[in-house]
């Protein structure tokens, strides 16, 4: 579990979850519901190196691609394998087993500048 | 932009959790529970769509039969209650738009047409009938449509149709209902067994409670384009578009070169002489992925042409259709650009979904 209370998220939707040097790195539950029915997820290579921002993963679900990107810079080190069989994890558990990808992060001040639960959910209200 | 049109049916969509968006300035709904359980339930039992957004023409007059003849390259049906399915054509013989034709009586025709075609297709076809004199009406704003369509459809307007069931595909049937006359048709554009029908607007809300309570599954655009491509129907403005004859479209068995005169017929002569460079054909992704219209199609390392419609079909993956080089064959690999990779696709002749109908 990737607790959205310890998660910090982008204004594009992105969450990032600080374990020590990394980040995991999933859509937050508010994207999927808008996403709705994901049915392939392209992710990223393992070892590419991405800055913040940088578009790095593509979730298409029947009607639409959706573009994700970094919330931090550094080393993408892992990716969820699990979503090539079960695109639509990302839907059911956009918090735990629908995660995307994990950064080793080169930049952790990144991190820091993301905004908290509160202040992304005020974006998403406007 | 124009202002935004409502169907009759758009309240209804909205409290049945319809999620709505603009289209071709109609708003309607995309989804309501989700693309995937809508396109399962009118693979599996019944959905139903709000296309009211499509245009009701009427044509009457003792020649409103050899007027339909002359704007459609295929042969109208006149028999009583036969549909036609046909392409008005330019005099290029290139495609205006795809559309049904319906046999009231010998003197009265309807013709079903596309959403974004209506005022078109209307001046068009009036145009032409001044030299036929014949009246030709556009009652599109009068009327609201609902697909009805899935294995278990017409069990279920049977309930409300006594002999729907007995209906023959591609035919129609005036009825009343709810005190007023509307029409039924055998038709639909998901590849399964089902119904259309017509009433007036102020009546159309009662038929979709009615069925809500028979539990038909309500549907939005985004299912209804997955079911139409996987059923290999062409989608006007996309697949098919005044650039293009219905030969390049993969509707050759629309063109009926025989018939004494049609406008189009001696372009379409002409052309098909000399043959087309591109057709629209089918692939489907060898991997997974999703095609979009706008992908480019790759063979041997070669630009070759361009996705036209494509999608994620729950029963075939990455699917897609588009204009192809004339010369490459069915079967052969290609690759589709997306998002920046080439993904291994192999070329198929639509429709991917055969099935009772």
Redesign the interface.
């Known amino acids: 579990m990737y607790n959205e209370e310890k998660c910090r998220f982008t204004k594009t939707h992105e969450w990032a979850y600080k374990d020590g040097e990394f980040a995991v790195v999933g859509i937050s539950n508010h994207a999927q519901e808008e996403i709705?029915?994901i049915?392939?997820v392209?992710l990223p290579k393992p070892g590419r190196v991405v800055n913040a921002g940088e578009n790095c993963c593509?979730i298409?679900?029947?009607?639409s691609?959706s573009e994700i990107y970094a919330p931090v810079s550094g080393e993408i080190v892992a990716v969820n394998e699990a979503l090539?069989a079960d695109p639509a994890l990302v839907n059911r558990e956009p918090h735990a087993g629908g995660w995307l990808f994990k950064i080793k992060m080169t930049n952790p001040a990144e991190y820091d500048n993301l905004l908290d639960l509160a202040a992304y959910k005020a974006t998403i209200q406007k | 932009m124009a202002e935004q049109k409502k169907t009759a049916l758009c309240t209804a969509c909205e409290k049945a959790g319809g999620r709505m968006v603009d289209f071709h300035g109609w708003l309607l709904p995309v989804q309501f529970e989700g693309i995937l359980a809508e396109h399962k339930a009118v693979r599996e039992t019944a959905g139903m769509f709000d296309v009211s957004h499509m245009g009701q023409i009427f044509v009457e007059g003792m020649n409103a039969w050899p007027f339909l003849q002359y704007v459609s390259c295929n042969n109208i049906k006149n028999g009583p209650a036969e549909g036609t399915y046909f392409h008005l054509l330019t005099e290029q013989g290139t495609i205006i738009d795809d559309a049904i034709s319906f046999c009231l009586s010998p003197e009265k025709f309807l013709i079903v047409v596309n959403a974004a075609c209506v005022e078109g297709d209307f001046a068009w076809l009036c145009k032409q009938a001044e030299a036929f004199h014949v009246k030709v009406r556009n009652e599109s704003n009068a009327w609201s449509m609902l697909a009805v369509q899935g294995p278990k459809a017409v069990e279920v307007i049977n309930q409300l149709l006594p002999g729907v069931k007995d209906l023959p595909r591609f035919h129609i049937s005036p009825f009343t209902m709810f005190g007023t006359d509307g029409y039924v048709t055998r038709t639909g554009y998901t590849g399964e067994d089902g119904v259309e029908i017509m009433l007036p607007n102020a009546k159309i809300q009662e038929l979709w409670d009615v069925l809500l309570q028979l539990k038909v599954t309500p549907c939005g655009l985004g299912a209804r384009d997955v079911l139409r491509l996987e059923a290999g129907y062409l989608l006007n403005g996309e697949d098919a578009n005044p650039t293009k004859t219905p030969y390049e479209a993969n509707c050759g068995w629309v063109v009926k070169l025989a018939k004494n005169k049609f406008i189009g017929k001696t372009a379409l002569e002409t052309k098909k002489e000399a043959g087309f460079p591109s057709r629209l054909v089918g692939f489907r992704l060898k991997v997974p992925g999703v095609p979009r219209a706008g992908c480019k199609i790759f063979y041997k390392g070669k630009e070759a042409g361009i996705v036209t419609s494509g999608t994620f079909s729950p029963l075939f993956k990455g699917i897609a259709v588009g204009y192809l080089d004339s010369k490459i064959p069915v079967e052969a690999e290609t690759e589709i650009e997306i998002h920046g990779r080439l993904l291994p696709a192999i070329v198929v002749k639509p429709p991917f979904y055969k099935n009772r109908v």
């Open positions: 709705s029915d049915v392939f392209d593509v298409e679900s029947v009607k691609a090539n």
